[in-house]
């Protein structure tokens, strides 16, 4: 007898026996132990690891735990790697999850090329419509939708402050430009420092160990350093801090959460926010059967100015009277 024969009666004979054991549930597959609540299952998957991201994930799993779901979470970091990326997506369609949650544009699009079955709930992604995640923000269609991190008016006011308020003439940047979220924000960045009168001087890097070479780059060349929210980039925003922190250059980012490790402004938005967001939809799909491309993928709805005044200081920025009244500060 061949091998897949001895297995097929194997599997029948064990599911005779389990039948006549008298189990009182037709189906305990998926369910925690003690009691009959589904648990679900899910394919977390993040590009690089950074505070930003990370807070958008603690966002996503306390909303599915104050829907009421239980789930088990099988938690991947692409280490910044786009290949890594795909073959974390490939197994979680091998493993067939219930759900994949994708954490950034580049772990969005692999989930996306890995499955068109599995629901993707995405979060962190600047262009969902140009990453061709969703055919339109108002109807995803597919098996995806989210909450994207690109406030319309992040950047130009973001611009028009260092153009206004800085005195500066010049913009440095540094970013990825193998990272589709990052070529749109270039490309906004670019036009809004066209219409301030600014120029534009860009650095462009590969992986995270270029970050500081290609901030030293812009000595002598930009009057203030403006990181948008580029995954590799921000993985590594210790290495910017540190050129703007020995330059005396004001160092502008894209995320708040890249104040505490150094930055000095930033129009943003809290990324646990989004994150939370993106768990709501998860939780309609896992507990309400909805369709992922039934769900409009959202903006991020708030946007505050926020002030480091601790960087101030060590960056030599002079804090203005005026600033107290638009911004929030701090230490």
């Given at each position: 007898?061949?091998?897949?024969?001895?297995?097929?009666?194997?599997?029948?004979?064990?599911?005779?026996?389990?039948?006549?054991?008298?189990?009182?549930?037709?189906?305990?597959?998926?369910?925690?132990?003690?009691?009959?609540?589904?648990?679900?299952?899910?394919?977390?998957?993040?590009?690089?690891?950074?505070?930003?991201?990370?807070?958008?994930?603690?966002?996503?799993?306390?909303?599915?735990?104050?829907?009421?779901?239980?789930?088990?979470?099988?938690?991947?970091?692409?280490?910044?790697?786009?290949?890594?990326?795909?073959?974390?997506?490939?197994?979680?369609?091998?493993?067939?999850?219930?759900?994949?949650?994708?954490?950034?544009?580049?772990?969005?699009?692999?989930?996306?090329?890995?499955?068109?079955?599995?629901?993707?709930?995405?979060?962190?992604?600047?262009?969902?419509?140009?990453?061709?995640?969703?055919?339109?923000?108002?109807?995803?269609?597919?098996?995806?939708?989210?909450?994207?991190?690109?406030?319309?008016?992040?950047?130009?006011?973001?611009?028009?402050?260092?153009?206004?308020?800085m005195g500066a003439k010049t913009i440095g940047t540094v970013y990825n430009a193998g990272e589709q979220n990052s070529v749109v924000q270039i490309e906004?960045?670019?036009?809004?420092?066209?219409?301030?009168?600014?120029?534009?001087?860009?650095?462009?890097?590969?992986?995270?160990?270029?970050?500081?070479?290609?901030?030293?780059?812009?000595?002598?060349?930009?009057?203030?350093?403006?990181?948008?929210?580029?995954?590799?980039?921000?993985?590594?925003?210790?290495?910017?801090?540190?050129?703007?922190?020995?330059?005396?250059?004001?160092?502008?980012?894209?995320?708040?959460?890249?104040?505490?490790?150094?930055?000095?402004?930033?129009?943003?938005?809290?990324?646990?926010?989004?994150?939370?967001?993106?768990?709501?939809?998860?939780?309609?799909?896992?507990?309400?059967?909805?369709?992922?491309?039934?769900?409009?993928?959202?903006?991020?709805?708030?946007?505050?100015?926020?002030?480091?005044?601790?960087?101030?200081?060590?960056?030599?920025?002079?804090?203005?009277?005026?600033?107290?009244?638009?911004?929030?500060?701090?230490?």
């Amino acid at each position: 007898m061949k091998k897949w024969q001895l297995g097929l009666t194997a599997s029948v004979l064990s599911m005779l026996l389990l039948a006549g054991c008298g189990d009182d549930s037709e189906d305990n597959a998926g369910k925690s132990s003690g009691d009959d609540k589904e648990t679900f299952q899910i394919g977390y998957t993040q590009i690089v690891e950074h505070a930003s991201l990370d807070e958008a994930g603690k966002g996503f799993k306390d909303a599915l735990k104050d829907k009421g779901v239980e789930a088990e979470y099988d938690e991947q970091s692409a280490q910044g790697d786009p290949n890594n990326a795909a073959t974390i997506a490939s197994k979680f369609t091998a493993d067939g999850v219930d759900l994949i949650f994708a954490n950034a544009t580049p772990s969005a699009q692999s989930a996306l090329n890995a499955t068109k079955d599995i629901p993707i709930i995405f979060t962190s992604v600047t262009d969902p419509v140009g990453a061709k995640l969703v055919a339109s923000m108002e109807a995803p269609g597919g098996n995806v939708t989210g909450t994207s991190d690109a406030n319309p008016d992040a950047i130009p006011n973001t611009v028009k402050f260092i153009a206004e308020e800085m005195g500066a003439k010049t913009i440095g940047t540094v970013y990825n430009a193998g990272e589709q979220n990052s070529v749109v924000q270039i490309e906004t960045m670019k036009a809004e420092a066209k219409k301030a009168g600014l120029e534009l001087v860009e650095a462009s890097v590969a992986t995270s160990a270029d970050v500081k070479q290609a901030a030293e780059s812009l000595i002598g060349k930009a009057d203030v350093i403006y990181i948008i929210t580029d995954n590799t980039v921000v993985s590594a925003l210790d290495s910017v801090v540190m050129v703007a922190n020995e330059q005396d250059i004001p160092l502008f980012v894209g995320e708040l959460d890249s104040l505490a490790n150094g930055g000095f402004a930033a129009y943003g938005f809290d990324y646990y926010d989004i994150g939370y967001r993106a768990g709501e939809m998860a939780a309609d799909i896992l507990l309400n059967g909805k369709k992922p491309g039934e769900i409009p993928a959202e903006y991020p709805d708030q946007l505050k100015l926020v002030i480091n005044k601790k960087a101030a200081e060590e960056m030599g920025i002079e804090i203005k009277p005026e600033w107290e009244k638009e911004a929030e500060f701090i230490e």
